[in-house]
Every structure is written in structure tokens, then in C-alpha cells.
């Protein structure tokens, strides 16, 4: 499903990722960890698309296209997902009228018809029963004045109405009491298929209680220096992330 | 004959011809102030960044009475605002006020020429007020219209009635077979514990040249609700002055929204005077430009008596090489205590190209006021672009979308139901969401 090779990008002539190998199949989830600034977020918007950042180098496949080519609307009709780490509040837009463009849209680009305000309406409620969304919410500007637990469950909600393939999930768990995570983790478990997959940027491990990875790996200085099994996580929870760096600069020097 | 020259022969014609000598007066005082100051250049202080002056070099045709014959029936329709069917409708044609297009709906509403007005039973109120606008807008353009009044009306709102229908007012010029300068003039009067809405627009028929001076005057007594709504759309090449001059002669409470659309220079002054304890006054603007139209947004608001309240919000989005203005004066007098007075203007800028000037001009002569103001000039929000792009909304649907929202906060304060639908209808056209 996605393919990341040998990719390198920077901001503002800032190095940033230093050679990103990565491959995520149908039904897997993945989780990104790793310290402050070693590129997570990056890694996120850079697979949607921020124009901030430069790719310099490497290729990203997604479903057996060039990634890197497209728009970040055309990423987002092709079935890739950002849940951002800070939404954005937009005041004025309403979220419902919001979230009907962008489902429409995103039809239209998969060669489908808009739906009708039957289907629609159907289609918010059945989405909101499963990420536990409050109707009141949506009846607001975007995010105007929600709170992070608020934010973040939108955030899902919209992942649900658009159904990715791939959801790449930007330290979801930033900020959340443990009710909100799990809130926002069982929205995110039940939307998961055989066919689509889940990228998780996460800074600790307490999110990956709820969304169980099947790989976990270890983001450090622009690189995976690190890829293993759930049971990875854990370790870094305990031992923190300085045991990698040991790791690292032992390997340099040997 | 140059305009200027023009005008003067017009105004030694409409003094021997015309027999109130109340308005005479006045009319007299204008003339000499516009000979004294002239049309204003940037040289003047309040007119820096708006070139009214290349304008007069125009020879304009300024009917002084009914001359125009070709508007019809027909033509009303094309200017009508939605909901005309349940509104009482003014028509200035030419500056001329028109009885046999208007439809006057309210038995609560009286409406007369100034010069009647002038003699009758609101003499006194015409005498006080006639030429307000006058003690604060010193320049020539203003006093040209007072000097050439010819057509204006007087509206009075009768105590304790509430106008159930509100009052469209278009403002017609008809340049179809010539360059024209059309001054419509008119005083209000909002009664006590009267309300009115009033919606106006403005709108040029054909190609020539035009000018469109207009001096609206509004007193408003004591527990007295005045609305009030400019839409201004009008054609790229038509060239507009509009003075809204409000004075709040007892406690009441006022509501004044602007949307500016169109249009190549547009001039508008909003006036409001707090005359007496615990008005409000809330005050909203948006300009929305393309092209190389210029919007020039003045406003006073002169806080005389204490425990006032005034909240005021401008807000522009410019794009091409539009240029905007916003000068926003806030005086508190020395007497005028307790006043609360705030002030915002806010600018996106969608064009390396467009610009604004934002001026924000506070007087405060008490000890014991809040008063705030601020402006921003801006770019469109480039995080929620990328947001609304991530959720495979295209890059235009998304600019439209967010700029829409930008101005919704100014279009919610449209209260009048047929006019708030026509405008969203307009800037959703303007920014082509469907």
C-alpha cells in the first residue's frame, strides 16, 4: 500500500529526514516513535503533502502511484488520511457544510456522484454513533472553541466520513486524559479493515494500549534506526529513549 | 463649461427659483463653504488616499428637477431588492426623489419633500438639522450636496410605531445617455419608541460616466431602534460618495451594516453622534474588492454624553490591485464618562498588488472610559488552507470556503431576512461556491 524509500526533505535548507525506508500493507498498523525533533512530524506532513517542506530526495508509492506528485486534495482522494496534531479552528465554517464538501469531493474525485441530504445525513449519524461525536459539535464553526479531546475526536469523525485507506495519525494522543485516548482509540480501532492500514506518529506509548501495532519503529535524527515487534514500545516506555542513542553512537564508534 | 463652473451658475438659478427660504439658508452657507474649500484633494487631511478631484474633471449633467424621462417601470424592476413586495420603496432617480416610482407601505411612515418639511409641522426638526453632517465633514463634497438640495426628501417616523415593512431606498443614476452627478439628499426622523429598518443601494444604469454624491441624515429620539443596511455593488466604473450621518438625540439604540462589493471609487462616511446618555450604536462593514476599485470606509463615532456603548467591526478582503481604507475615529468628550467605545479592522490581502491603508483615530478627552481599537492586514490563513486541502477539498473551493467564513461574521449581523439571503447570494456568486 505505501512504499516510502530512501526519502530525504528539509524546511527552510533544514535537514530533516535523512533517509526514510518504510512499507505499510493492507490491515497492518504501524507506529512511528521517537524523541523530540527527530522527524515525526515531518514524516507526517510530508506523506500529506505540506508544501513547507522540500523532498530531496527518495520515492513514496502509494497504492502504486507516485505519492509525491499529487496535490494534498488529490492525496486525500486517492485514500490517504492526516489526523493533524493541532487542528485548525475556522471560524465562520460550519463543521457539517465543511464536512459535506469534503465528502463530496472526494467522491467526485473517485468518480462518484455527491450524495444526497439523505444519504449524507444517514451517513453523519451512523459516523457519529461510532467515534462518539456530539451532534452539537458539528453544529459549530470547525473547531472553534472545541476542546483537544473535542478536536481530536473530530478529527476521527472526519477520517470516518472520508474512509482512507491510510490514516496516518499525528500524535492523536497529545494532550488527552486517558478517557479521550480511548474514546479516540476505540473510533479508530473500529473504522480498521483488512484492506486499510494505520500509520501512528506517537511520542509515548500509552496510545499504543489502545491502537495495538503490528510493527513499531524507532524514528531518531531523520533515520528508522530501529524496527521490531509491539513488544518494542514497551521497552522504550521503560527504558526511555536514550537507550537508543547509546545504541547509535556504540555502533559509530565501533 | 467645467463642472465646477457649471455648479455654481446651477446654484444662483436654484436660489432664484425656489421659495424656502429655511432651506435657502443653508443651501447659501454651503455654497459659500464650497467655494472656500473646493472638491477635496490628498492634500486634505481626510481625503489622503482617495483622488476624488480627477473625477470633477468630467462634465457631468446634475438634474435639479424631474428631467428624466426614459426611466421606467421596467428599469425599477432591474434595480429592485428582494423582498421589494412587502417593503415601502424610495426612489432617487438622478438625486431626485421620485413619488410616482416609490411605494410608501406604512401609514407610520410620512414622507415629504424637504421644502415642504421645511414649512410645516417639522419645520423646527428641519431648521435644527438640516445640514448636520456639515459640523463634521468639512469639506466641499459635502457641501456640494447641500448646496445643490433640489429633490431631497424628509421621513418621518411617527412616536411609538414600529414600520412592520421595511424602507428600500435605491439610489439611481441613470447615465444611459450622458455623464451624470447625482446628489440624493435626505433627513430622517425616527420618532420616539420608533423603530425602522431602512436597506439601501445603489446602483448606475448605461456606461457613462457617474458620480453618485449621497447625504443621508438620521435623527433618532429617545427609545427610538433604527437598522440600517448600504449594499453597494454597483458597476466597476461608477464612482460613489455616501454620508450616513446618525444622531442619537436621545437614549436609543442604532445598528448600521455596510457591504461594499463594487464599484470604482467608493467613499463612505459613517457618522454617529451620541447625543444623550446610554446609546448604542453597533457598527459593521465589510469590503470585498476586486479589480482596481478603491473602498474608502470613514467612520466617527463621537461619544458627547456619558454611558454610552459602540462596538464597531470593518473587515476587507482585497484582491488584484484594489486598494482599501479604513479611518476610524472615536472622540470621547470630556463630559462623556463611563463611555465604552471599541474599535477593529481587519484585512486579508489576496494580491501582492492590493492594499490598505488602516487608520484608527481616538480622541479621548474623560478620565474614566474603556475604549480599544485594532487592525490586522493579513494573508489568507495559510494552515487552514492546507487543513480544508488534506481533507481533498481543491485549492479554490478551499480559499473560497475559508474566505466565506471570514466574512460571516460581519453578513450574521445582516438581520433583515431578504437582504442577509441576497448578500450571501452575491459573495457566494463573487467566490464562486456554488
Given amino acids: 500500500m505505501l512504499r516510502i524509500h530512501n526519502l530525504h526533505a528539509e524546511i527552510e535548507g533544514k535537514k530533516i529526514l535523512k533517509g526514510i525506508n518504510l512499507e505499510i500493507k493492507p490491515g497492518e498498523v504501524h507506529a512511528i516513535m521517537g524523541p523530540n525533533g527527530s522527524g515525526k512530524s515531518t514524516l507526517a506532513s510530508v506523506l500529506a503533502g505540506r508544501k513547507e517542506y522540500e523532498v530531496t530526495e527518495g520515492t513514496v508509492e502509494f497504492m502504486g502511484k507516485d505519492l509525491l506528485e499529487f496535490s494534498p486534495e488529490a492525496r486525500a482522494g486517492e485514500g490517504l488520511f492526516l489526523a493533524f496534531q493541532y487542528p485548525i479552528e475556522i471560524p465562520g465554517l460550519s463543521t457539517i457544510n465543511f464536512i459535506k464538501t469534503a465528502v463530496n469531493e472526494v467522491r467526485k474525485y473517485r468518480g462518484e456522484g455527491p450524495l444526497d441530504a439523505v444519504r449524507f445525513l444517514q451517513m453523519m449519524k451512523e459516523k457519529m454513533a461510532l467515534t462518539e461525536i456530539d451532534k452539537a459539535l458539528l453544529s459549530r464553526s470547525l473547531n472553534e472553541g472545541f476542546s483537544g479531546g473535542e478536536k481530536k475526536r473530530n478529527e476521527i469523525f472526519q477520517m470516518a466520513m472520508l474512509q482512507p485507506k491510510l490514516a496516518i495519525l499525528d500524535e492523536t494522543d497529545s494532550g488527552l486524559d486517558i478517557d479521550a485516548i480511548r474514546i479516540v482509540a476505540n473510533g479508530v480501532n473500529k473504522l480498521r479493515t483488512k484492506d486499510n492500514a494505520v500509520l501512528a506518529v506517537t511520542h509515548y506509548q500509552r496510545l499504543l494500549d489502545y491502537i495495538i501495532p503490528d510493527f513499531v519503529h524507532v524514528l531518531y535524527n531523520g533515520r528508522i534506526v530501529k524496527s521490531g515487534p509491539k513488544e518494542l514500545a514497551l521497552e522504550l516506555e521503560e527504558r526511555g529513549y536514550d537507550f537508543i542513542k547509546n545504541e547509535i553512537s556504540e555502533a559509530a564508534e565501533a | ?434
Fill in chain 2, 1 to 434: 463649461m467645467s463642472t465646477i463652473e457649471n455648479i455654481k451658475e446651477r446654484f444662483a438659478d436654484l436660489q432664484k427659483t425656489r421659495e424656502d427660504a429655511a432651506l435657502a439658508m443653508v443651501r447659501n452657507k454651503a455654497i459659500v463653504a464650497f467655494n472656500q474649500w473646493g472638491i477635496p484633494t490628498v492634500k486634505h487631511e481626510e481625503w489622503k488616499y482617495t483622488r476624488i478631484s480627477a473625477i470633477f474633471n468630467t462634465d457631468f449633467d446634475f438634474p435639479l428637477s424631474h428631467t428624466n424621462t426614459f426611466f421606467n417601470a421596467a428599469d425599477l424592476d432591474s434595480v429592485r431588492l428582494p423582498g421589494y413586495k412587502d417593503a415601502n420603496e424610495l426612489v432617487f432617480i438622478d438625486g431626485i426623489f421620485s413619488s410616482r416610482f416609490s411605494v410608501i407601505r406604512s401609514g407610520e411612515l410620512v414622507v415629504l419633500s424637504l421644502a415642504a418639511a421645511a414649512e410645516g409641522e417639522f419645520a423646527g426638526i428641519v431648521a435644527k438639522y438640516f445640514g448636520d453632517s456639515a459640523n463634521y465633514l468639512k469639506d466641499g463634497i459635502n457641501a456640494l450636496n447641500t448646496a445643490l438640495e433640489a429633490g431631497g426628501i424628509f421621513v418621518h417616523v411617527k412616536n411609538g410605531q414600529v414600520t412592520e415593512h421595511p424602507v428600500y431606498i435605491y439610489n439611481v443614476t441613470d447615465a444611459r445617455s450622458g455623464n451624470v452627478l447625482s446628489q440624493p439628499r435626505s433627513l430622517f426622523h425616527v420618532g420616539e419608541n420608533a423603530q425602522i429598518k431602512i436597506a439601501e443601494t445603489y446602483v448606475t444604469l448605461g456606461t457613462g460616466e457617474s458620480l453618485s454624491n449621497q447625504v443621508m441624515e438620521i435623527i433618532v429620539e429617545k427609545d427610538a431602534y433604527l437598522e440600517h443596511y448600504k449594499i453597494q455593488n454597483d458597476a466597476s466604473h461608477t464612482n460613489q460618495v455616501s454620508t450616513t450621518h446618525i444622531r442619537q438625540v436621545g437614549k436609543s439604540l442604532i445598528h448600521n451594516v455596510v457591504i461594499t462589493l463594487n464599484g470604482n471609487i467608493v467613499r463612505n462616511n459613517i457618522n454617529v453622534i451620541m447625543d444623550a446618555e446610554r446609546c448604542e450604536a453597533h457598527l459593521y462593514g465589510l469590503y470585498l474588492q476586486k479589480g482596481k476599485s478603491h473602498v474608502d470606509n470613514h467612520t466617527i463615532v463621537d461619544n458627547v454624553k456619558p454611558n454610552c456603548y459602540s462596538n464597531e467591526l470593518y473587515k476587507g478582503i482585497l484582491d488584484d490591485e484594489a486598494s482599501g481604507v479604513f479611518n476610524g475615529k472615536i472622540f470621547v468628550r470630556p463630559q462623556a464618562q463611563k463611555t465604552n467605545a471599541y474599535q477593529s479592522n481587519k484585512n486579508i490581502l489576496l494580491s501582492a498588488n492590493a492594499s490598505v491603508n488602516t487608520k484608527p483615530q481616538l480622541e479621548i478627552l474623560a478620565d474614566d472610559v474603556k475604549c480599544s481599537h485594532g487592525c490586522t492586514v493579513g494573508r489568507l490563513n495559510e494552515e487552514g488552507l492546507f487543513y480544508l486541502q488534506s481533507r481533498g477539498i481543491r485549492e479554490e473551493t478551499a480559499r473560497a470556503l475559508l474566505l466565506n467564513a471570514y466574512a460571516i461574521d460581519i453578513l450574521e449581523h445582516i438581520k433583515l431576512e431578504p437582504i442577509h439571503a441576497f448578500v450571501d447570494r452575491l459573495i457566494s456568486e463573487r467566490l464562486e461556491l456554488a
